[in-house]
């Protein structure tokens, strides 16, 4: 496997892989990253979808990419999807899988054409004072100190951030910006997590700094994830005769090692109250899918609060079982045994009447009911004990949803603490209470929210315990490389395997797991992608470092290394070259 850039590889259809029609597959799980690899196997790898065998736990596919229509609690969505146009696998992948919506299209010239006519924007990124308007103006409001703390993380060596929290390389100065408030709400980062992560975050997405306070830089599907993206992918897979096993729990491959050759030979899982086992050969390929966010993941209803269930789960014991034959395997105990640190909590309402929608509206400054762009990303209350931030996506979210009714999805980072209006920790909340505290925000008069909580929204809750689990303090060895090394016919795939440069929590970084796993076990003769390199643009750090001080020129910044280069008279000596046509193009002079 290689990485490749530019298009001359981008559209090449490789060699058909040497014996892969003696080959076999079994993939663990069915999200994202396994439902990609199925695809890749079939599309790149040219093996034959009858030999191709996705074992599942539930009964349905999608793993985190969810949208569910539950005949007794209605619309349910654990989260949702931000995508942009740098996610070179997942697009490479998606170009290929025909569209469910528009015959003779595929599944990214729906999403293109759809984001193209109606391109995502926010008019209200954080509000204050029941609704207000919180004025944050699009700035990031970072000190000289801090600008310079996100500098020096930005050229910081992965090795000298392993263990590290975000709060050992950041000051208060940097936590009560406007910049720390977009980037957690959004990505959902707090002060525990890896220092590591955030640099991977910042060097990945440095193109979109600008698009960080209005979220212009983000692109959303039509429908809910599992609808637009799931279901595409399931159809495209069962034409090719591609084998779903439904209600299969797998609890251990077993390998065979001398010294640093791993082979798999053999597969354990449950099925119909039976342990079972496949034994394999060299020429079976195995992809599983190690951890999971949504593991153990508790509903509740508009009576009930979620009843936390915090056992560590299947795919945890399944990891759990695989590494404790190699240290090549990972230590998923460095993810999964803090809940206090990885859990939160996110609720999807639907307005069931006309009494609610006025205030959504008034927020986000556009109709609700439009079936175009609405909050255009997350709102985030800044004065919030629960820091809650909600979104409605384009309307209707569900192909199924009735045309009055409006879908909103909406998370607390801070469960554990009492709300503002309802005096209880989330976490302890009905989903009317949660529906209570959310209008006390929009800023519906008091004496209205208790008749409106009950009346006019469904609320169903949802705890994850693991939710940011990929996010924890870590070191290296502690995820397993997508191929371990010496591995001769597994893959791991998906948010905990380990591969270069890209970053987490993306819907990017479960297809590309899954293509650098195929592509290696397969030996397929094409260029994986290259994570889009825009950290290397002197273009876009001018531009990000010009986003970043709000406006202000290098020579207003009082940093030592900035009053040394006006002390040496740099910037003179610079006059009439291409670095001070840059600098003035960016505004930095």
């Not at 599944?107 to 193209?116: A, I, T």
């Not at 153990?296 to 915090?310: C, E, I, K, L």
């Not at 384009?394 to 009714?405: G, I, L, M, N």
Request: one cysteine or more.
């Amino acid at each position: 496997m290689y990485y490749s850039s530019g298009n001359y590889e981008a559209f090449a259809r490789p060699e058909k892989p040497a014996d892969v029609d003696k080959k076999s597959a079994y993939l663990v799980g069915s999200g994202l990253a396994s439902l990609a690899a199925a695809c890749f196997l079939v599309r790149d790898g040219q093996m034959k979808g009858e030999r191709i065998h996705v074992l599942e736990e539930l009964n349905i596919a999608g793993g985190a990419c969810d949208g569910i229509i539950d005949s007794q609690k209605g619309f349910i969505i654990r989260g949702g999807r931000e995508m942009e146009n740098h996610f070179e696998c997942l697009w490479d992948l998606f170009r290929s899988i025909p569209s469910l919506e528009i015959e003779g299209y595929s599944v990214l010239d729906e999403f293109y054409r759809l984001n193209k006519k109606d391109p995502n924007y926010s008019l209200m990124r954080v509000t204050v004072k029941r609704g207000q308007d919180a004025r944050t103006d699009g700035k990031f409001g970072l000190s000289d100190k801090a600008a310079l703390e996100i500098v020096k993380l930005f050229f910081s060596r992965d090795e000298d951030l392993y263990d590290k929290k975000i709060a050992d390389v950041f000051s208060e100065d940097f936590f009560v910006s406007n910049f720390w408030l977009y980037w957690r709400t959004m990505f959902a980062f707090a002060e525990w997590h890896s220092a590591l992560e955030m640099k991977l975050y910042i060097q990945r997405f440095i193109h979109h700094i600008g698009g960080l306070p209005d979220l212009s830089a983000l692109k959303f599907t039509k429908y809910n994830q599992y609808e637009s993206l799931i279901q595409p992918m399931v159809k495209y897979l069962e034409t090719y005769g591609v084998q779903f096993h439904y209600g299969s729990r797998v609890t251990n491959v077993v390998f065979d090692i001398h010294g640093k050759k791993k082979t798999a030979v053999k597969l354990m899982y449950w099925q119909g109250g039976e342990e079972k086992a496949i034994d394999l050969t060299k020429d079976d390929l195995v992809f599983v899918t190690n951890g999971s966010c949504t593991e153990n993941s508790t509903f509740g209803d508009d009576r009930h609060a979620p009843v936390p269930n915090n056992s560590s789960g299947g795919c945890w014991e399944l990891w759990r079982n695989i590494a404790k034959q190699d240290p090549a395997f990972g230590r998923p105990d460095k993810f999964c045994t803090d809940l206090n640190a990885t859990r939160w909590e996110s609720a999807t309402i639907t307005t069931l009447d006309n009494r609610i929608p006025p205030f959504i509206e008034k927020i986000c400054k556009r109709d609700p009911f439009s079936g175009r762009v609405v909050t255009g990303g997350i709102v985030t209350v800044r004065d919030s004990n629960w820091l809650i931030s909600y979104t409605l996506n384009r309307q209707p979210h569900f192909k199924e949803q009735p045309q009055q009714q409006l879908v909103v999805w909406l998370y607390g980072l801070f469960i554990d603490v009492p709300g503002n209006y309802i005096k209880k920790p989330m976490q302890e909340c009905t989903g009317t209470e949660i529906v209570a505290e959310w209008l006390y925000h929009l800023g519906v008069p008091e004496q209205e929210i208790h008749a409106m909580a009950v009346q006019s929204a469904r609320c169903i809750p949802c705890l994850m315990p693991y939710i940011t689990a990929f996010f924890m303090p870590r070191t290296k060895g502690d995820r397993p490389r997508v191929v371990p090394e010496g591995c001769v016919n597994l893959a791991f795939i998906g948010q905990f395997a380990d591969t270069e440069r890209d970053t987490v929590f993306t819907t990017e970084y479960s297809v590309r797991t899954a293509m650098e796993a195929v592509y290696t076990l397969l030996n397929i003769s094409r260029g994986v992608p290259e994570v889009f390199a825009s950290c290397y643009d002197i273009r876009v750090l001018l531009e990000a470092t010009s986003q970043m001080l709000d406006g202000k020129k290098l020579t207003d910044i009082k940093l030592p290394f900035i009053l040394s280069l006006i002390e040496k008279n740099v910037l003179h000596k610079i006059s009439g070259t291409l670095i001070e046509e840059l600098l003035k193009k960016y505004k930095l002079i």
